[in-house]
């Protein structure tokens, strides 16, 4: 079954900076990429998707890179504020409509 | 839209009894819903598929007569911890998506935090 792998456990960035997170997968059959935000008790809120059909996609501040070749996936924020602080999932998966095997997590903390 | 309503919120139950967790999609129907196990600080872990008028797929090592997943209805499934024990405390959320929401990404219901004394 699919594996996902997610580094770093823990970022802390200057408020202003950019932050980034990275995961690779095991089967190259995952097509579909999402990330999940999640702060403390709360549900995970989904901030951006890719599928393999594209490189990159990208949402203001946020972007996301994919390279299916090395089964890596990138997570990018740009000018980093307070409100980013929280901790990160990447996923992958056959597609939105199949399980998604979620990465260990990332926590993000923004410094002010 | 999308929503997806999970009840209750918190749970405290003595061991040895059996707590019962639902999932509700409010706005549409949810022809699959998936539930996830959450420990403090680490990721989710998904437990089982659940499809309805079927049996739940359970992952691995996941106990399906332990964890027994009921989805009756196209908007209603349930998660059912039997004979509970204090290492089932957790934090379980469960996600869905409906037959007209194929291309659309999975939405998670507020999870349950479940307290095993």
């Given at each position: 079954?699919?594996?996902?792998?997610?580094?770093?456990?823990?970022?802390?960035?200057?408020?202003?900076?950019?932050?980034?997170?990275?995961?690779?997968?095991?089967?190259?059959?995952?097509?579909?990429?999402?990330w999940y935000k999640q702060e403390l008790g709360?549900?995970?809120?989904?901030?951006?998707?890719?599928?393999s059909n594209v490189g990159e996609k990208k949402?203001?501040?946020?972007?996301?890179?994919?390279?299916?070749?090395?089964?890596?996936?990138?997570?990018?924020?740009?000018?980093?504020?307070?409100?980013?602080?929280?901790?990160?999932?990447?996923?992958?998966g056959y597609s939105s409509a199949s399980k998604i095997i979620f990465g260990?997590?990332?926590?993000?903390?923004?410094r002010p | 839209g999308a929503v997806v309503s999970q009840h209750p919120s918190r749970v405290i139950c003595k061991s040895g009894t059996s707590v019962k967790i639902e999932c509700r999609s409010l706005d549409f129907q949810a022809t699959t819903m998936f539930w996830y196990r959450q420990f403090p600080k680490q990721s989710l872990m998904l437990m089982a598929t659940s499809?309805?008028?079927?049996?739940a797929?359970?992952?691995q090592g996941v106990e399906k007569d332990k964890f027994l997943i009921n989805h009756a209805s196209l908007t209603?499934?349930?998660l059912t911890v039997t004979s509970a024990h204090p290492e089932d405390s957790s934090f379980y959320i469960c996600s869905a998506r409906g037959s007209s929401l194929a291309a659309s990404p999975l939405h998670f219901g507020n999870g349950t935090r479940l307290t095993v004394t």
């Open positions: 079954g699919e594996n996902v792998e997610q580094h770093p456990s823990t970022l802390s960035v200057q408020e202003g900076d950019s932050a980034v997170i990275k995961c690779t997968y095991s089967d190259s059959a995952s097509n579909y990429f999402p709360k549900r995970p809120q989904l901030i951006i998707d890719i599928r949402d203001q501040r946020i972007a996301v890179t994919l390279n299916k070749t090395a089964k890596h996936f990138s997570l990018h924020i740009t000018e980093t504020q307070p409100e980013d602080s929280a901790v990160y999932f990447c996923a992958a260990s997590g990332t926590r993000l903390s923004i | 499809n309805e008028g079927s049996k797929t359970y992952e209603l499934s349930t």
